[in-house]
């Protein structure tokens, strides 16, 4: 697919529903008593659990558009997640001397993550 302007447009649109979806939930999760960044942590999993939803369906069937799923995919959930976040902000908790919870999340994230990614695929592969 070459990258036309509405493809670009498709991208944008999805990326800045993505960006505002994304602080909507990180301002809306309490990061509690510690300085753990949870938002940002619930954020990347519900990302490749969706990202996943949308490439299976869009591998599997007809429902979903080249230029739909380059819309959810790229655009919705590259604005959504984003795991330079997730690095900045474990550097900031090893800046502060917070090891232990820097290990947590970035743990966290990309054990979680995995999970998350073949439990989407899981569905896919179980109910479409």
Do not use: D, H
Request: proline content about 2%.
């Amino acid at each position: 697919m070459q990258p036309s302007f509405s493809l670009l447009m498709l991208v944008g649109m999805g990326g800045w529903l993505g960006t505002m979806a994304r602080y909507l939930v990180v301002v809306n999760v309490g990061r509690g008593s510690i300085s753990f960044p949870v938002g940002t942590l619930v954020v990347n999993l519900i990302g490749c659990f969706i990202i996943a939803l949308v490439a299976g369906v869009a591998e599997k069937t007809t429902l979903i558009s080249p230029e739909t799923r380059l819309f959810l995919a790229t655009g919705i959930c590259g604005g959504f997640t984003t795991f330079s976040a997730l690095m900045y902000e474990a550097g900031g908790l090893l800046e502060e001397g917070e090891f232990w919870y820097a290990g947590i999340y970035v743990s966290a994230s990309f054990i979680g993550g995995l999970v998350a990614l073949y439990l989407g695929f899981f569905i896919v592969n179980k109910w479409v």
